[in-house]
């Protein structure tokens, strides 16, 4: 599964949107982007995952461009509560089904 | 709420010992996860089972085994504990499908002592 790169740390505004990249260069054709979250020591929260085309869900947006080569998880309308670490994940089609995490993006939400 | 329920929640127990996880998976999803986190090493992938027979291995020291009942609930068993031992332990279930995501269980805090 192709290695993916994230900042460590943002700060969002509350009720601002919440635009989280993520670079993952080496991506081959059959690899998806997943997005998880977690919440202080809760279990990791699914979020999105897509292809090659944008996807939206009650949850988020997911940019992916062109080349997919990168990518940007958006909470439109972010809370107190998307305080969070935010884990951007490439998985291969074949794979087994294991997810293997980074160290993610630290979301701060602040009032 | 996942639908992926981890017992028990706390678990304090004394280096050397054993202690037994259990996670019940999805109603309908085959494959169940397990996973480590403890504080320097992040979320580590530690084995998958797949309708009760083991998938694939991660991080998983030899202490450690864990196995997946006929009914589909699955135990993680670790002994000879160590203090390093001590972190939170997810587990996680999917469908049988490609491309399908895992939803987790809010995990056991194991603490040895």
């Known amino acids: 599964d192709a290695k993916t790169t994230q900042p460590p740390s943002m700060d969002c505004a509350e009720g601002r949107a919440a635009n989280l990249p993520c670079n993952h260069s080496t991506i081959s054709g059959n690899e998806y982007v997943y997005w998880y979250r977690q919440i202080h020591s809760q279990g990791p929260q699914y979020i999105i995952h897509?292809?090659?085309n944008n996807e939206t869900n009650e949850m988020a947006s997911l940019i992916i461009t062109e080349d997919r080569k990168s990518s940007t998880l958006i909470l439109p309308h972010a809370t107190l509560r998307d305080t969070a670490v935010y884990y951007c994940?490439?998985?291969?089609?074949?794979?087994?089904?294991?997810?293997?995490f980074g160290q993610g993006t630290t979301l701060q939400v602040k009032p | 709420d996942s639908g992926v329920t981890q017992t028990p929640k706390h678990l304090i127990t004394a280096t050397g010992q054993r202690v037994t996880l259990r996670c019940s998976p999805r109603?309908?999803?085959?494959?169940v996860y397990w996973y480590q986190q403890s504080l320097d090493q992040g979320l580590q992938f530690l084995i998958q089972?797949?309708?009760?027979?083991?998938?694939a291995k991660g991080n998983i020291l030899e202490r450690f085994s864990a196995q997946q009942f006929p009914d589909l609930h699955s135990e993680l068993n670790l002994s000879s504990l160590e203090l390093g031992d001590s972190a939170l332990y997810f587990c996680a279930s999917s469908v049988v499908a490609e491309n399908s995501p895992l939803h987790f269980g809010n995990g056991t805090r194991l603490t040895v002592t």
């Open positions: 089972y797949y309708n009760g027979e083991e998938r």
């Open positions: 897509g292809l090659k």
């Open positions: 109603s309908g999803d085959l494959s």
């Open positions: 994940i490439v998985r291969a089609s074949s794979n087994t089904g294991k997810l293997i």
